[in-house]
């Protein structure tokens, strides 16, 4: 956990009755969490699917997912609602996100984006780093897309009055 003027705080979310994370700062990068917290270390998470369940606080939002891919390069999809287009470099590719009001189902295909993107097959998942703004309910990876009824009831939003927001992030078409 990295806060430079912000803060990190668990919390209970009013809307949907359970412990969140508040990841809040003035400036999106200098205030963030990530995972593993020694950067030499790798997550090792070889599950393609990146399972997000993240609450829009209408400030501007950024996560950043590390992977190794066929060719042992580690390579980065940094995702945001700050730009409106997508770009790829060698080892980086920026994506928009647009997220709806509320809390978000935020579902990633690191194998489809790391061929689309890269021109290479996922191998694993190296890291993950959070960055302010947003509300943090669960983080899990996946074989596939599951429908809700075959998840844990701790993998879905309890959102009273209103269903969730799915915001599916999955080039296949």
């Keep these: 956990k990295t806060v430079k003027s912000g803060y990190v705080k668990r919390l209970t979310d009013e809307q949907i009755q359970s412990l969140v994370l508040e990841i809040i700062g003035s400036n999106v990068i200098s205030t963030y969490i990530s995972c593993p917290a020694c950067e030499q270390m790798s997550l090792g998470i070889r599950l393609p699917y990146l399972n ?20 042992d390069v580690t390579r980065r999809f940094r995702i945001n609602n700050i730009q409106t287009s997508a770009k790829v470099a060698p080892f980086i590719c920026y994506l928009p996100l647009s997220l709806t009001p509320g809390w978000n189902h935020i579902q990633l295909n690191l194998a489809n984006f790391t061929k689309v993107a890269f021109n290479t097959c996922y191998v694993e998942t190296v890291r993950i780093a959070i960055f302010a703004n947003c509300r943090l309910r669960r983080i899990y990876f996946a074989d596939r897309v599951y429908p809700d009824d075959e998840l844990p009831s701790e993998y879905k939003l309890f959102v009273k009055k209103k269903k969730k927001n799915t915001t599916t992030l999955d080039n296949t078409s």
């Design 52 to 71: 997000m369940l993240v609450k829009n606080l209408k400030k501007y939002f950024s996560f950043e997912v590390q992977i190794l891919d066929d060719k």
